[in-house]
C-alpha cells in the first residue's frame, strides 16, 4: 500500500494567515492527489483534485501543488469557515490511501 | 445533481454481518465511468477506504478487509451494497459512500454518512 503522511497533524492559525499543509507519499504517485476538507459531524469534501485542480465552487483561497512524492495544500487568507480537519488521498493505485489528517484550529 | 444516501441498522452485534446499502439519486450508477467505494471512518479518527465497484459489478477491496467484505451492485435500483461479515468492537464506525469519479479520479461526491456501532 503507498502510506500518505501529512504535516503537521494540527495548527494553530487566526483568520487572514497562509497556512500550508504538506502530504508526502511513500512512492511516486505522480499527480494523483486528491485534497478533501471535513467538519465536524459532516462527510468529507472534495477541494482539490489531480494535485492543483480546484474543483467548482471551492474558494481560490485554496490552492494545491506538487507532483511525484510531495505535495502542499495551501488556505492564502484563513477564514472562519476554513477551521476544518484536511485529508490528502492518493487516486494512483488502489487500495486508495488517505493522510492520517491535519486539523486546523483557532489561536 | 448526483446525490448518495445511506442505509442500514445503525446497531449490529459482535460476529454477525453489517449490511449497509447506499441509494444513487440525481444519476444513473450505470453512466460509466465511476466507481462506487464504501470508506469508514472510527471515531476520532481518519478515513480508511473499504473498496468499490463498477456498475458491471467488477469490484476492488482493500487487502486490510478483503476476507470479510463483499461489495455489490443492483442497477435497476441504483443501488450499491456493502456486507462485512463477523464484525467486531473494532468495526464499529461511520460508513460512508462515494463516487470515485472517473473525471476528477477523486471522491467527488459522498453520502451523509452512517455510524454503526457494533455492540451486544
Known amino acids: 500500500d503507498i502510506q500518505m503522511t501529512q504535516s503537521p497533524s494540527s495548527l494553530s492559525a487566526s483568520v487572514g494567515d497562509r497556512v500550508t499543509i504538506t502530504c508526502r507519499a511513500s512512492q511516486s504517485i505522480a499527480g494523483y492527489l486528491n485534497w478533501y476538507q471535513q467538519k465536524p459531524g459532516k462527510a468529507p469534501n472534495l477541494l482539490i483534485y489531480a494535485a492543483s485542480s480546484l474543483l467548482s465552487g471551492v474558494p ?15 488556505i492564502s487568507s484563513l477564514q472562519p469557515e476554513d477551521f ?21 484550529e483557532i489561536k | 445533481q448526483v446525490q448518495l444516501q445511506e442505509s442500514g441498522p445503525g446497531l449490529v452485534k459482535p460476529s454477525q454481518t ?11 450508477i450505470s453512466s460509466g465511468g465511476d466507481y462506487w467505494s464504501w470508506i469508514r471512518q472510527h471515531p476520532g479518527k481518519g478515513l480508511e477506504w473499504i473498496g468499490y465497484i463498477y456498475y458491471s459489478g467488477s469490484t476492488y477491496y482493500n487487502p486490510s478487509l478483503k476476507s470479510r467484505v463483499t461489495i455489490s451492485v443492483d442497477t435497476s435500483k441504483n443501488q450499491f451494497s456493502l456486507k ?5 468492537a473494532a468495526d464499529t464506525a461511520v460508513f460512508y459512500c462515494a463516487r470515485d469519479g472517473g473525471e476528477s479520479s477523486a471522491f467527488d461526491i459522498w453520502g451523509q454518512g ?4 457494533v455492540s451486544s
Open chain 1, 60 to 74: 481560490s483561497r485554496f490552492s494545491g501543488s506538487g507532483s511525484g512524492t510531495d505535495f502542499t495544500l495551501t
Open chain 1, 84 to 104: 476544518a480537519t484536511y485529508y490528502c488521498q492518493q487516486s494512483y493505485t488502489t487500495p486508495r490511501t488517505f493522510g492520517q489528517g491535519t486539523k486546523v
Open chain 2, 18 to 28: 453489517l449490511s449497509l446499502t447506499c441509494t444513487v439519486s440525481g444519476g444513473s
Open chain 2, 84 to 88: 462485512l461479515r463477523s464484525v467486531t
Open chain 2, 114 to 117: 452512517t455510524m454503526v456501532t
